[in-house]
């Protein structure tokens, strides 16, 4: 290495230590979990490989009180569901969750600084995209059948392996997009490549950039990470595709509001104003809410996958409801919503093993005082101690049991179905984050794909191995990269 990078490295690693000396004074007056040895570092480095080991360890001593740990950031404070409302209510120019996201994602260094600051999109995700659900679902599950039958590639009656993760990753890449962009793009193997890889690579980008100050992040952003050239690459599918349906706009005149595509695009073409109209604005917000969707649902359902696969003495029961729902109302979004165990089965899954250990971050925009007295410092962040709820026995019996009938028993019993539908967030069940509007359509989206699988095939672990072991990174909780599966296509 030559000496100017060495020089220049270390450069770098120490005006990180100075800046993050002071950033670990602006300490929240609750407990510290972890050791104080070197600022804080000892355990922020440790919270990457260890981070659920902490948070239990801050359960076990100070219960459902907050504590709070060194990050690599800054310092976190970490609550139990008694702030729950706390968080969930916070606006933000206090404890803003859009400050959080673009802080530990880098948003403006890894989609642009108008997706960081001008999120004008978010209402068509709740009023389009939500209330049309019923709309979209024979488009989206048309595109979940062609597309088990063309990744999982399943002929005859035999046993085959798949690589669950890559397989279940394509599905819904495919599936969501199909409402996003349309068909035939939805489809097109370069750009669900190109959006399977850009999930990856902003998640590295954001997480790299995020821990160098301001004034290095866009040099790194440029030549450290490969943000930049990957936003790049949508640039050849969509903005074809925005030129041609303006052209068909302005041909067809009063027609074309009849003829009009029906995704998440055109959406963003209609409503867009003034220099939202930008081809590359508008792209940006496709990327956006593909980065959102994908990435957290592929995790959730191979999660649910190697449930499926490592306990088939619950399938009959998935199997006979989505027969008897399909029977009654079809493969449409009102049959979906009578599967109640498909829907537990996935809910059971997310509290068990879910995606994350800790949820609903926060970054103190100014100074704040929680509910119970707990101040946090302008700068600090805090998040919900998830783990540690969803494996409360106070709140469910035997936690560490994977029941998938644990919450369709409830409504059996007479209890609420939306009380206890996977879509539902509440202080005991923390649904990615709080219950982004984004979530209704992917869950709609898993549960036809649970229900597809269950009906025309069957899965297992290979002879001899159980469920495969999770990945953990920081809060981060992946289903294995690498375990493969066998499918092969029902015989009845």
């Given at each position: 290495?030559?000496?100017?990078?060495?020089?220049?490295?270390?450069?770098?690693?120490?005006?990180?230590?100075?800046?993050?000396?002071?950033?670990?004074?602006?300490?929240?007056?609750?407990?510290?979990?972890?050791?104080?040895?070197?600022?804080?570092?000892?355990?922020?480095?440790?919270?990457?490989?260890?981070?659920?080991?902490?948070?239990?360890?801050?359960?076990?001593?100070?219960?459902?009180?907050?504590?709070?740990?060194?990050?690599?950031?800054?310092?976190?404070?970490?609550?139990?569901?008694?702030?729950?409302?706390?968080?969930?209510?916070?606006?933000?120019?206090?404890?803003?969750?859009?400050?959080?996201?673009?802080?530990?994602?880098?948003?403006?260094?890894?989609?642009?600084?108008?997706?960081?600051?001008?999120?004008?999109?978010?209402?068509?995700?709740?009023?389009?995209?939500?209330?049309?659900?019923?709309?979209?679902?024979?488009?989206?599950?048309?595109?979940?059948?062609?597309?088990?039958?063309?990744?999982?590639?399943?002929?005859?009656?035999?046993?085959?392996?798949?690589?669950?993760?890559?397989?279940?990753?394509?599905?819904?890449?495919?599936?969501a997009n199909r409402l996003f962009v349309g068909a035939p793009l939805c489809r097109d193997p370069e750009y669900t490549r190109i959006s399977r890889a850009f999930t990856g690579t902003v998640a590295k980008a954001?997480?790299?950039?995020?821990?160098?100050?301001?004034?290095?992040?866009?040099?790194?952003?440029?030549?450290?990470?490969?943000?930049?050239?990957?936003?790049?690459?949508?640039?050849?599918?969509?903005?074809?595709?925005?030129?041609?349906?303006?052209?068909?706009?302005?041909?067809?005149?009063?027609?074309?509001?009849?003829?009009?595509?029906?995704?998440?695009?055109?959406?963003?073409?209609?409503?867009?104003?003034?220099?939202?109209?930008?081809?590359?604005?508008?792209?940006?917000?496709?990327?956006?809410?593909?980065?959102?969707?994908?990435?957290?649902?592929?995790?959730?359902?191979?999660?649910?996958?190697?449930?499926?696969?490592?306990?088939?003495?619950?399938?009959?029961?998935?199997?006979?409801?989505?027969?008897?729902?399909?029977?009654?109302?079809?493969?449409?979004?009102?049959?979906?919503?009578?599967?109640?165990?498909?829907?537990?089965?996935?809910?059971?899954?997310?509290?068990?093993?879910?995606?994350?250990?800790?949820?609903?971050?926060?970054?103190?925009?100014?100074?704040?005082?929680?509910?119970?007295?707990?101040?946090?410092?302008?700068?600090?962040?805090?998040?919900?101690?998830?783990?540690?709820?969803?494996?409360?026995?106070?709140?469910?019996?035997?936690?560490?049991?994977?029941?998938?009938?644990?919450?369709?028993?409830?409504?059996?019993?007479?209890?609420?179905?939306?009380?206890?539908?996977?879509?539902?967030?509440?202080?005991?069940?923390?649904?990615?984050?709080?219950?982004?509007?984004?979530?209704?359509?992917?869950?709609?989206?898993?549960?036809?794909?649970?229900?597809?699988?269950?009906?025309?095939?069957?899965?297992?672990?290979?002879?001899?191995?159980?469920?495969?072991?999770?990945?953990?990174?920081?809060?981060?909780?992946?289903?294995?990269?690498?375990?493969?599966?066998?499918?092969?296509?029902?015989?009845?």
């Amino acid at each position: 290495m030559h000496f100017e990078v060495r020089a220049g490295l270390l450069a770098i690693l120490a005006f990180l230590v100075f800046k993050l000396i002071f950033s670990r004074a602006r300490k929240a007056n609750v407990p510290v979990v972890g050791s104080n040895a070197y600022f804080g570092y000892k355990t922020a480095f440790k919270m990457l490989t260890s981070y659920k080991q902490i948070l239990v360890e801050g359960h076990a001593k100070y219960g459902k009180s907050p504590f709070q740990v060194a990050g690599m950031r800054a310092w976190v404070v970490y609550v139990g569901r008694s702030l729950f409302e706390d968080l969930r209510k916070s606006r933000d120019d206090t404890l803003s969750f859009q400050a959080e996201i673009n802080d530990s994602m880098s948003i403006e260094y890894t989609m642009g600084k108008s997706l960081a600051t001008n999120l004008w999109h978010n209402a068509i995700v709740r009023k389009q995209m939500t209330q049309q659900l019923g709309t979209a679902f024979p488009f989206v599950y048309d595109e979940v059948c062609l597309a088990f039958d063309e990744e999982m590639k399943v002929s005859g009656d035999g046993w085959k392996d798949i690589h669950a993760r890559d397989v279940v990753l394509q599905i819904v890449c495919r599936a969501a997009n199909r409402l996003f962009v349309g068909a035939p793009l939805c489809r097109d193997p370069e750009y669900t490549r190109i959006s399977r890889a850009f999930t990856g690579t902003v998640a590295k980008a954001g997480f790299f950039i995020a821990i160098f100050p301001k004034f290095l992040k866009p040099f790194v952003a440029k030549y450290c990470s490969g943000a930049p050239a990957a936003l790049a690459g949508f640039e050849p599918f969509i903005f074809p595709m925005i030129d041609e349906r303006r052209r068909l706009q302005a041909e067809l005149g009063d027609e074309w509001q009849a003829k009009k595509p029906f995704d998440f695009l055109q959406w963003l073409m209609d409503l867009a104003e003034g220099d939202q109209q930008d081809r590359r604005e508008l792209t940006k917000r496709v990327i956006g809410i593909n980065f959102a969707a994908i990435h957290t649902s592929s995790m959730t359902f191979t999660h649910a996958l190697y449930w499926l696969a490592a306990r088939p003495e619950f399938v009959p029961a998935l199997r006979e409801e989505v027969a008897a729902a399909v029977a009654e109302d079809g493969w449409t979004k009102a049959g979906i919503n009578k599967m109640y165990k498909v829907d537990s089965f996935l809910k059971e899954s997310m509290r068990h093993t879910g995606i994350a250990t800790a949820i609903m971050g926060r970054k103190a925009v100014k100074s704040v005082t929680l509910s119970d007295g707990t101040h946090i410092p302008a700068g600090a962040h805090v998040a919900m101690n998830l783990w540690s709820i969803h494996h409360d026995p106070e709140i469910y019996p035997d936690p560490e049991e994977f029941d998938p009938f644990r919450f369709s028993r409830k409504v059996e019993d007479g209890e609420s179905a939306v009380k206890h539908a996977f879509t539902t967030a509440s202080s005991e069940f923390l649904l990615w984050g709080g219950g982004a509007h984004v979530w209704y359509f992917a869950s709609m989206m898993l549960k036809s794909m649970l229900a597809h699988i269950v009906t025309y095939y069957d899965v297992k672990c290979p002879d001899g191995e159980g469920r495969p072991a999770n990945l953990e990174f920081a809060s981060t909780v992946m289903p294995n990269q690498k375990a493969t599966i066998l499918v092969r296509r029902r015989r009845s």
